[in-house]
C-alpha cells in the first residue's frame, strides 16, 4: 500500500487597497488574462474549530461565492508551495512595498 499523495498547497501574498493580504489555495497557474495569475479552490481554516479568527472570517465573506481569482502580477509579492495551512489573513498595511515603476503606482507629473 503507497502513501497517501498529498494534494499541493500555495500560499499567495500580494497586495490590495493598500493592504498585504496572505491566501491560501490548491491551484495556481497562469490564467486567461494576460499579466495575471489564476487562483482556484480557496483554503480557509477548519470550520470544526473552537477559536474563531475574525480577521480570517472577514476574507471569507469577501471571497465568498469566488470559483476562480485572477490576479494581476503587478499586486503579487510572493507565491509559496508550502506543507500546511495557515490563517488567511490581512498581514498589514502595505506603506513599505513599492509598486513597480509604471504599472500601477501613482504617476509623477512634471
Do not use: W
Amino acid at each position: 500500500m503507497s502513501a497517501p499523495r498529498l494534494r499541493k498547497l500555495f500560499r499567495l501574498t500580494f497586495h490590495q487597497n493598500g493592504q498585504v493580504y496572505e491566501l491560501y489555495a490548491r491551484k495556481v497557474g497562469s490564467g486567461e488574462l494576460p499579466g495575471c495569475l489564476s487562483v482556484e479552490e480557496l483554503v480557509f481554516g477548519s470550520r470544526s474549530s473552537l477559536v474563531v479568527d475574525p480577521s480570517e472570517e472577514k476574507l471569507k465573506a469577501e471571497f465568498d461565492g469566488v470559483s476562480r481569482l485572477h490576479l494581476p502580477l503587478h499586486l503579487l509579492l510572493r507565491v509559496d508551495e508550502v506543507r500546511q495551512e495557515g490563517p488567511a489573513r490581512i498581514v498589514g498595511e502595505t506603506a513599505k512595498v513599492l509598486s513597480f515603476p509604471g504599472v500601477g503606482g501613482p504617476e509623477k507629473r512634471a
